[in-house]
């Protein structure tokens, strides 16, 4: 049965649902404009934890612990776990998911990790291969400032263009017809959304290399994928109600729409950006915006599966972004490349 | 169409293909007892290269061009790359593989990458989600050592457990039936093999947290995951005529046949590794043996795929172990889980 579609997209034949999904966060986040949405707030970022890679792996166990009460199903339910984060060797992940004993496949797209897991979730359901699977994403802060740029107690200065990594982690429970009727059955509910199309992202490299303006290195890769999933799909702008980045933030959010324009798209209509959406900017001293893996994981279980359920939105273009660089590549003067993956949303 | 099996296996529905394959190694690896059979030996570990990072990219380049060149085939016929490598934020890969414009799926899974990414490239290719992909992994000693442990010229010690980190990548391109025909009609001759199952790893903690000991933490997940594919497939040692871990070394390999004799299994006539074949431990000073994520996949392509081709194996399981820490993890005391995937390689 194909399933492909064009040059780098994917449209399942079998429906394929997100079941549940559980969106766990820190003290900022729970601050901002969609605070009340999140399904659990932490009193203070460590979580109670030792160290903030700990945090960070505690963030992810419970969002799949949740998004599993959520959906009325035990570990034992789920064939599948992909999962990943920001941190180097994806501790985060390795650390906060060993305890569910759930066959686990490590992924890594940097802040598009949200968006290759839930990709890679549904080829593995449309294709015969489980019933059910999960996908956890996460970023903290604290973490990711060390693991990229300076000790928190130095106190840098931070540049207009910069973005704050969101302390988060979002899961998702994906399943087909028979997992989502059953779910229905047992009252727990009708599923979130249902997941019609994908178009997988190739690197992106303008050769900027400021990770102080990470927006400005992954817009043209959000702008590629934007681009072949119109071609793919044979869509535009207005086939969507909302075409929603990961992080591009302020900065990458202008970027985007030239770069589209200019190729003959105009989404300025369309366009929003989890990591503007996630902080206010001015009263929480978050400059560009959010980012990171948690970034777009949270705002889309919190924030945007919620659109989709209440009918104000139909049909949406969400494309995580990510940009691939460590602080290893970025001390020996390399460039930022950027990558982002686009899944079609809509009401189930 | 059901193509799950088991708690944690796979069973396409479809036959898929090693279409082709390629292996790029450095220096020590060329000297080693698998020398004359890898496509291509750098004449130093630099590979023309300004710094370690480029040189193991540069690996993940050529390996990939070369097997694309030897199946006769263009980027422009592969739909979807996997891929991983051991650095933080897998930098060898996003510029390894970033002047290839394929749609990418970046992995994560230490030195079981290889089996991961051959594990999603099969399900993505029977469920009919492309009709070629590439899968492709590497590791460089000095990357890795920079990476995990010290500075090369710190000069230090190390103990006989320790193993050594393959320089070296190697890349696949798998097809289904169709491009399995179409690549033979072309005159680029038959697959290398056919992939008949899969069995994805669960994280395996002992507790155990010496890096300068990988094989013995690695070993209790390559037996999870070998009881496990037993389970699944209703088989036993005697069903394969090889069972070939990726890099448990002369100490983990002890402890893997104990630990399955312990659970009623006795692997010890099939039991093959790829850490301890690819070097001469006694004359070429590498201790446990060898390790990385390249050196289940140079192993994979320059000798086991050879081994089947030539008949002398009828049916192989191959399992890439991975021990997921990094150096954040290990400073913090943290343990070291561990993690492996099967696949049955069979004559094509």
Chains 1, 2 share one sequence.
Request: net charge negative; glycine share 14%; aromatic share 8%.
């Amino acid at each position: 049965m194909k399933q492909s579609l064009g040059k780098a997209s994917i449209r399942p034949q079998e429906p394929v649902y997100i079941l549940n999904s559980a969106s766990v966060v820190g003290t900022k986040e729970g601050q901002g404009p969609l605070g009340l949405l999140f399904d659990q707030v932490g009193e203070d970022d460590m979580f109670g934890c030792a160290t903030w890679e700990e945090a960070e792996s505690t963030l992810q166990k419970k969002a799949i612990g949740l998004a599993l009460e959520k959906a009325g199903l035990g570990q034992e339910d789920i064939s599948f776990l992909f999962a990943g984060d920001l941190l180097g060797q994806s501790i985060a992940t390795s650390f906060g998911v060993s305890r569910y004993q759930i066959p686990l496949l490590g992924v890594y797209g940097a802040c598009s990790t949200c968006g290759e897991s839930l990709t890679l979730g549904v080829i593995t359901i449309a294709g015969g291969f489980a019933e059910r699977v999960a996908c956890v994403t996460s970023s903290h802060f604290a973490s990711a400032e060390k693991e990229f740029r300076f000790p928190l107690a130095y106190g840098n200065q931070r540049p207009l263009s910069a973005s704050w990594t969101v302390t988060g982690s979002g899961a998702f429970v994906l399943g087909g017809q028979e997992a989502a009727q059953q779910m229905k059955q047992a009252g727990k509910g009708a599923a979130r959304a249902r997941i019609t199309g994908m178009t997988v992202g190739r690197i992106v490299d303008y050769g900027l290399k400021d990770s102080m303006n990470m927006g400005a290195c992954m817009a043209p890769a959000a702008a590629s994928t934007i681009e072949q999933h119109f071609m793919d799909f044979q869509t535009g702008p207005e086939d969507y109600d909302k075409i929603i980045t990961g992080d591009l933030g302020k900065v990458g959010q202008k970027v985007l729409i030239d770069l589209l324009r200019e190729k003959g798209y105009d989404i300025s209509c369309q366009h929003m950006d989890c990591g503007i959406e996630i902080y206010d900017g001015d009263s929480q001293d978050t400059h560009a915006g959010g980012s990171g893996c948690g970034c777009s994981a949270v705002t889309l279980s919190a924030y945007l599966l919620k659109q989709l359920e209440e009918g104000n939105w139909k049909k949406v273009l969400f494309l995580p972004t990510g940009a691939l660089l460590s602080k290893t590549s970025f001390n020996e003067g390399k460039s930022v490349p950027g990558i982002a993956h686009g899944l079609v949303l809509e009401k189930a």
